[in-house]
């Protein structure tokens, strides 16, 4: 078992930055990789960002690649999501997830189904 918790999440002025964290515990010995979600009301959950654990690969959507910065401190297991240059469109429930399984394509960590262990999630607000 893996319990992912995060931080971090707030009310932000469009342009504004926060920074998010996630924290695992447990067996975190067997994560392979961890990302970010995210799902505005309304909608479907989105992939926002994920890293590998060990080599360091970053995976961006399209939508925040250039404002948002995913990294980990493997000592802490901790994951960190930097997001600059916020917009209203970035208000969500932000999500963190770590996967147990060997990573076999970048293209498996943009899919939630990806994923093992998902946190409660982050309120982040964007106000215009």
């Known amino acids: 078992q893996v319990q992912l918790v995060e931080s971090g999440g707030g009310l932000v002025e469009a342009g504004g930055s926060l920074r998010l964290s996630c924290a695992a515990s447990?067996?975190?010995?067997?994560?392979?990789?961890m990302g970010w979600f995210r799902q505005a009301p309304g909608k479907e959950r989105e992939f926002v960002a994920a890293?590998?654990?060990?080599?360091?690969?970053?995976y961006y959507s399209d939508s925040v690649k250039g404002r948002f910065t995913i990294s980990r401190d493997n000592a802490k297991n901790t994951v960190y999501l930097q997001m600059n240059s916020l917009e209203p469109d970035d208000t969500a429930v932000f999500y963190c997830?770590?996967?147990?399984?060997?990573?076999?394509?970048?293209?498996?960590?943009?899919?939630?189904?990806?994923?093992?262990?998902w946190g409660q999630g982050t309120q982040v607000t964007v106000s215009s």
């Open positions: 447990g067996r975190t010995f067997n994560t392979y990789a």
């Open positions: 997830a770590a996967r147990l399984t060997p990573v076999i394509s970048g293209s498996t960590l943009r899919s939630e189904y990806g994923y093992n262990y």
């Open positions: 890293i590998s654990w060990t080599a360091g690969s970053t």
